[in-house]
């Protein structure tokens, strides 16, 4: 819950930020939030949680870079809104996450049990 509070402030909070008019969460895998603006975002379980300043033990450092691996099937089990916060750059995160894993060879999905 407090993580995903921190990874939406992570990803833009701006003095200016529209204020939180909604805030869903369609559990186990999206939270919804949507803005005084009328902009609206659905935030995966793994958006959040690779974008979340408590990121857990599948954090590699690969040639210099932090990357964090294996949280496809990640969920979300409660949340809670707090505070204002603006979310505008969801896609290039997401799309920069997934660059980073096919340039050092990972992957998004947990390794395989043996």
């Not at 402030?9 to 701006?14: A, E, L, N, V, Y």
């Not at 294996?70 to 979300?76: F, K, M, N, P, Q």
């Not at 204002?84 to 920069?96: A, D, E, I, P």
Request: proline content about 5%.
């Amino acid at each position: 819950m407090l993580a995903i509070q921190k990874a939406i402030r992570r990803i833009h909070t701006s003095l200016d930020a529209p204020r939180l008019t909604r805030f869903t969460l369609q559990a186990p895998k999206n939270v919804e939030v949507e803005y005084a603006n009328g902009s609206k975002f659905n935030l995966t379980a793994e958006f959040l949680r690779i974008h979340s300043p408590a990121v857990d033990g599948k954090v590699r450092s690969v040639g210099g870079e932090k990357v964090i691996i294996g949280r496809r099937h990640v969920g979300i089990m409660s949340a809670e809104p707090v505070g204002n916060y603006g979310v505008s750059n969801k896609f290039t995160l997401m799309r920069n996450y997934i660059k980073t894993l096919k340039k050092h060879g990972l992957s998004r999905d947990p390794p395989r049990r043996k």
